[in-house]
């Protein structure tokens, strides 16, 4: 792989594993770019259900060598150090419960040795920074409801490996070479004082397998083996495949024909899951919400989330009837006799048609009660409730002759009595569009209120309208007789502390 290829594939990692927010993209689809919701937007998990997604890991185990310069054995030979051991350090970006991205950093040594063909071994400190991304093999396989508090990861990656290999021969320790002797090994990684030597560069490719047990809200123990595979030669400073082996040992190509060097760790691992409020599974397998945030490597927004109650037809009704409101008395939404007094409260449930009837329903003669009225030369402080109809011919708003009577008797009694005020509801029956039907009830309410004040209303602000159109039919519309009761205005007067929410017009 060519240096700037790689460096583009690190760089296009590092965006994904540790600028998500960057991109202000919801793993599971569930976006808000709203100005008003700026705050979600830094969270760690941009979902319906918060969670938190991050962790670091610190590790620590045995390392083992596997190349030319090594038994076909795990021993490493008299010669070699018998403890090699690495530590190293990792920062988790948890992107769905199934796939995470991690950045690695390694340190350590390894030593190996061989007595034939070679009669050498090897030290080598090194240093390795790397880019993994995992699989969650356990949610992926059996879901996160089973062996809840288990989880196997699979990862691979890429990075590169610094080292610094000396050579020895076994039995005199004479160093045959050593890894950054130029120019066969060119120094690639600079000085690092820290270490007194310089350090050569070789691409890693490291897989593996993680297996941890949650602990706690915060910590999981884990176990690890990783396998990482280098793209020469160079570490144990073999070429392999010569035949000449006293020159097999540091002739330094990493185009040989020799095997690829690798090398092992058997390490346990403590993650700190990072994040506010953690939570974990209870033991009963429930994720409660009021419990805190759950760590998306352990639990699934789905698995967190209340779900929707999707009741059964049998449960709905059985609710409805629960709440369902005792049955109302029909004769409090019927009118039989069209006089706008409700049957419930109808004293005088047969009255004729356009009778002028009091709040009980029951007919009066409005010429002799104005008559009574007017005979106090005093205005009436009280407001009596007065109802009647106005009805029209098909298609018209001009208000009939025998209606005059009663709107001129509604005029003097409305003047006579500052204490009320009168809607005017208008109708028409179901001929024609509604559009035009609405149009026409409107204009027969207005007709009314304009003859009101054309006879001598002294506060047409009293008088407000309402209008309908068909939707309010006084009577069947399958008969003529029906039809006209239902072209009609109505005439409800009323107090003004009755009208106090009335909207207006």
């Not at 600079?190 to 297996?211: A, E, H, N």
């Not at 809200?217 to 070429?239: E, H, I, V, Y």
């Not at 001929?431 to 204009?443: F, I, K």
Request: include cysteine; charge should be positive.
């Amino acid at each position: 792989m060519k240096k700037n290829s790689l460096s583009r594939f690190l760089l296009l990692g590092l965006l994904v594993a540790f600028a998500p927010d960057l991109l202000a993209q919801d793993i599971y689809g569930l976006v808000d770019n709203s100005q008003t919701d700026k705050k979600s937007r830094r969270r760690s998990y941009e979902g319906a259900v918060q969670m938190n997604t991050w962790s670091a890991t610190v590790r620590g185990g045995y390392t083992h060598f596997f190349g030319e310069l090594t038994s076909r054995n795990f021993s490493r030979g008299s010669a070699a150090k018998k403890g090699t051991f690495a530590a190293g350090l990792s920062i988790n970006k948890q992107l769905t419960n199934i796939f995470g991205v991690s950045g690695n950093f390694d340190l350590g040594n390894l030593s190996s040795s061989k007595k034939d063909v070679y009669n050498a071994y090897f030290n080598a400190n090194f240093f390795q920074g790397s880019l993994t991304f995992d699989v969650n093999l356990k949610s992926l396989v059996l879901g996160t409801k089973k062996l809840r508090r288990l989880k196997l990861d699979a990862f691979g990656g890429i990075g590169y490996m610094w080292f610094n290999t000396d050579v020895f021969e076994i039995g005199t320790d004479r160093v045959l070479g050593y890894s950054n002797n130029p120019p066969t090994s060119p120094k690639t990684s600079g000085k690092w004082t820290d270490f007194g030597s310089d350090y050569t560069r070789d691409l890693v490719v490291p897989v593996g397998l993680k297996l941890d047990y949650q602990l706690t809200k915060r910590l999981d123990l884990g176990l690890m083996a990783q396998l990482n595979f280098l793209n020469s030669s160079k570490l144990d400073m073999t070429k392999g495949g010569s035949t000449d082996h006293n020159n097999a040992i540091f002739v330094f190509n990493d185009k040989g024909d020799g095997r690829r060097d690798r090398w092992g760790q058997l390490a346990l691992t403590l993650t700190y899951k990072i994040g506010r409020n953690p939570a974990m599974v209870t033991k009963d397998g429930k994720y409660p919400p009021e419990a805190g945030r759950y760590h998306l490597r352990w639990a699934r927004p789905e698995d967190v989330a209340v779900p929707i109650y999707n009741p059964t037809m049998d449960t709905a009704l059985a609710r409805v009837k629960a709440i369902m409101p005792p049955p109302v008395d029909p004769r409090l939404y019927t009118d039989t006799d069209g006089d706008s007094v409700a049957d419930l409260f109808d004293k005088e449930p047969a009255t004729p048609p356009n009778s002028v009837v009091s709040g009980g329903g029951v007919a009066m003669d409005l010429n002799k009660f104005v008559k009574d009225i007017l005979d106090r030369k005093k205005p009436n402080d009280t407001c009596l409730e007065l109802f009647t109809n106005v009805e029209f011919r098909t298609d018209q708003a001009v208000i009939p002759t025998v209606s005059y009577q009663n709107l001129q008797n509604l005029v003097e009694y409305l003047n006579a009595s500052p204490d009320c005020r009168v809607v005017l509801v208008g109708h028409a029956d179901r001929r024609e569009s509604d559009a035009y039907n609405m149009r026409l009830s409107q204009r027969r309410s207005t007709s009314v209120k304009k003859y009101l004040i054309k006879a001598g209303l002294k506060d047409p602000s009293r008088v407000l309208i309402e209008y309908y159109g068909e939707f309010k039919p006084q009577a069947p519309s399958a008969t003529a007789e029906g039809l006209q009761a239902n072209r009609r205005v109505q005439i409800k007067v009323r107090a003004n502390n009755q009208w106090r929410d009335y909207p207006g017009n």
